[in-house]
């Protein structure tokens, strides 16, 4: 038995997970489970990076209790773009900021105004988000951050915190590749794009591949959790690009979807998709595991659902998963849509409101039902999986006859039928954990014990159940897209 240690970060909680590999397949077994809530203080919203790392070093040392010697690596993966400063003694200069923490407001169209966004974008292959490094990076020296004139390195969250585990500043790629300041072409630092911002140079600093072997634990966190001299691996860093790692397409003509709080579609590339039609459709690239390129959409995903649960816990009624599933397919459907990616619904807090004001606002039938509101939501976000569907049909010229979706977003089964149905193709559903068994396959392949990715998907395939999705009522969801398309046409004139 070899045990891979996948510490996984999410925006709203991380977990240490063992995936242990016998017999010729791997299970995986959760270690540790911790709240990631993000604190705001008077200077902005924080991630609360010491504490996520106390936890870490807590879930290493039940892990060692549990697994011992068995344990051959571990790697780190969390969120994009956000990312801590470091001093020229290797010190953290603060907390990092959230992405949605509201200095971005404003600052991408004064970035526009040093580099047009169709040159930044044939410069990274990004498109501009308020949630970029480069937004927050520009705000900071905007506002005079003591911290930026003091910075010596920029690491971003999941290599800080594997420098803080075995001692190496290093930043892999996949992860650098989110923050609209990398080439995916030259694989390199987008070096005009910096220089065009005026941010330093010098915080630019070593560029890794995932599956890079940074170093054994530090000294200090061996005595904290009881490990020996475990590697840790720059696996995927990003938690999409460990995702899609996971998912196992098999085949040219598939595109990948990773479902979760937001939702990545996409596909798998040896080479970016550049150019007027891919800047016109918003297209970001985003480098992969195994020398590839995941041209992806970003779209807001269960976000919503998420908020709406929240909130009606606030007023007093706490609802699982499956009961607001539930509700959303008892209620009327194709009723009203809305855009999941408009502004509107960006921030946290009071999301069924926001979604009855949209509604009202496009002249739309307004909803007065739990149901309704998450019926509106679950089709709304199934719609605008197909159209950026149909955005990478007509970008890559393929005929795509599969989507493959991994995440715990697919547990939302509601949603799965109702994207296979939207889009018109089928789709495969697993695995769940898809972010961990990315993780854990690329740290197999830098201790060689499986030779490649196509290796590791063949093994995620043997290892997992996966649910299947046909489309059901097409002609509906015909009509109910042509519905849609008018909405969003009628909501941005």
């Known amino acids: 038995m070899n045990v891979f240690l996948s510490i996984d970060l999410g925006a709203g909680s991380g977990r240490v997970i063992a995936g242990i590999h016998r017999d010729g397949k791997i299970s995986l077994e959760e270690v540790h489970r911790f709240d990631n809530p993000g604190t705001d203080l008077p200077g902005g919203s924080y991630w609360n990076i010491i504490g996520l790392f106390r936890d870490i070093q807590t879930g290493l040392h039940l892990a060692a209790e549990k697994y011992g010697d068995a344990i051959v690596s571990m790697a780190v993966d969390t969120w994009g773009c956000d990312f801590g400063l470091l001093d020229q003694h290797g010190r953290l ?5 959230q992405y949605r923490d509201p200095r971005h407001e404003g600052i ?8 047009s966004e169709a040159e930044i974008h044939r410069h990274t292959g990004i498109a501009t988000n308020f949630y970029n490094t480069s937004v927050h ?3 900071e020296k905007r506002n005079e951050s003591p911290a930026l004139a003091a910075a010596s390195t920029l690491l971003f969250v999941p290599d800080l915190l594997s420098y803080w585990l075995c001692g190496r500043k290093a930043v892999e790629r996949t992860v650098a590749s989110t923050s609209q300041l990398l080439n995916p072409s030259t694989r390199d630092w987008a070096w005009e794009v910096i220089d065009a911002l005026g941010l330093p ?3 630019f600093g070593e560029l890794v591949d995932p599956g890079t072997v940074l170093g054994p634990l530090r000294d200090e966190v061996r005595k904290q959790t009881g490990l020996g001299e475990i590697p840790v691996i720059a696996s995927a860093s990003h938690d999409t690009a460990s995702a899609v790692a996971g998912i196992p397409m098999t085949g040219p003509n598939q595109l990948w979807l990773s479902s979760g709080t937001w939702s990545i579609m996409g596909l798998e590339t040896p080479d970016p998709i550049l150019g007027d039609e891919a800047f016109d459709a918003r297209c970001c690239n985003e480098l992969g595991a195994n020398q590839t390129v995941r041209a992806l959409r970003n779209i807001s995903g269960l976000w919503i659902i998420q908020e709406c649960k929240r909130q009606w816990a606030l007023d007093g009624e706490d609802l699982s998963y499956a009961e607001l599933a539930d509700l959303a397919m008892e209620a009327p459907a194709h009723t009203a849509f809305i855009d999941p990616d408009d502004a509107v619904f960006a921030a946290p807090g009071g999301m069924p409101e926001k979604i009855r004001d949209y509604c009202a606002r496009t002249g739309q039938l307004v909803p007065d039902t739990k149901g309704a509101i998450l019926r509106i939501a679950t089709e709304s976000l199934a719609l605008k999986y197909s159209v950026v569907f149909d955005g990478f049909t007509s970008l890559s010229g393929k005929s795509f006859d599969r989507l493959h979706a991994g995440g715990g977003g697919i547990q939302n089964q509601f949603l799965a039928q109702a ?6 193709i089928d789709v495969t559903a697993g695995p769940i954990e898809a972010t961990s068994c990315g993780n854990i396959i690329v740290q197999m392949i830098a201790t060689k014990h499986i030779p490649d990715l196509a290796a590791g998907r063949q093994l995620i395939r043997d290892s997992f159940e996966f649910q299947q999705y046909s489309p059901q009522d097409r002609s509906s969801w015909v009509a109910a897209r042509e519905r849609y398309d008018a909405v969003l046409k009628g909501a941005t004139s």
């Not at 200069?93 to 900021?97: A, C, I, K, Q």
């Open 201 to 203: 140079r010098n915080i």
């Open 419 to 424: 994207t296979a149905s939207a889009l018109g």
């Open 137 to 139: 990076l520009l705000a």
């Open 108 to 115: 991408p169209e004064k970035m526009h105004c040093l580099m």
């Open 93 to 97: 200069l603060g907390m990092p900021h």
